[in-house]
């Protein structure tokens, strides 16, 4: 099986723009969640994706927001960029969510916000 | 509030040498555990899990990790350190809540370098 894509994996983009993150998941997974890794914070958690339905959310702001789609890829997107959203944006799938099932990872997208 | 903590930011280790990582959390219950590994520029990638039965557990790489309720930790180990080893460390913990308030609370992860 393929693992999970993320794309693109590389962003620039300037304060204030938009950005769209796609996450394809491991075939046959159903649930999507997405992390914010940095240096100072760790990985947090921004929110989990069920079957087209938001599960679960982390502490951010509204800025973030997120979408699954029928085929279970999912899309996030960060409205109004800050130079403190510079940060590896991480994307996990699995089965059924976090029910004592393991999270697959993919590579991320790393986004610099100038 | 609810953390991980993982004590240690950078090791460093000799190729051969044993290793021994520290996780600790603060929860009540006993919460479901996991170690992944993240190389450079890789995702994370899952070690091991703990969620009930034998407190030391087998993952893979050659890592184990035991669960100590009374210290509240769940320390990573390998007894003979390869350089590909080297790597982010991090510990994760599904504290097991119903509902729609389950995730995963991550230590700030611990870098291990090694020596040839």
């Known amino acids: 099986k393929a693992g999970v894509t993320q794309t693109p994996r590389y962003l620039i983009k300037t304060r204030g723009q938009q950005v769209t993150l796609s996450c394809s998941p491991i075939s046959g997974h159903r649930s999507v969640s997405w992390y914010q890794q940095t240096p100072g914070q760790g990985l947090q958690f921004l929110f989990e994706?069920?079957?087209?339905?938001?599960?679960n959310k982390g502490n951010f702001p509204g800025r973030f927001s997120g979408r699954q789609f029928s085929n279970s890829r999912s899309e996030m997107n960060v409205s109004t960029l800050e130079l403190g959203d510079s940060a590896l944006y991480l994307c996990?799938?699995?089965?059924?969510?976090?029910?004592?099932?393991?999270?697959?990872f993919g590579p991320g997208t790393r986004l610099t916000v100038l | 509030a609810q953390s991980v903590t993982q004590p240690d930011i950078h090791i460093t280790v000799s190729e051969g040498a044993s290793l021994e990582l520290r996780c600790n959390y603060s929860y009540g219950a006993t919460p479901y555990l996991f170690w992944y590994v993240q190389s450079p520029g890789q995702g994370l990638q899952l070690l091991l899990k703990y969620f009930s039965g034998d407190t030391l557990v087998q993952g893979i790489k050659g890592f184990e990790a035991e669960f100590k309720r009374s210290q509240s930790s769940f320390n990573l180990r390998k007894p003979s350190v390869h350089w590909s080893d080297a790597a982010e460390y991090f510990c994760?913990?599904?504290?097991?809540?119903?509902?729609?308030?389950?995730?995963?609370?991550w230590g700030l992860g611990t870098s291990l370098a090694v020596n040839p």
């Open positions: 994760a913990v599904d504290p097991g809540y119903a509902g729609n308030n389950r995730k995963l609370i």
């Open positions: 996990a799938s699995s089965p059924t969510g976090l029910n004592n099932n393991e999270q697959f």
């Open positions: 994706y069920f079957s087209e339905t938001q599960r």
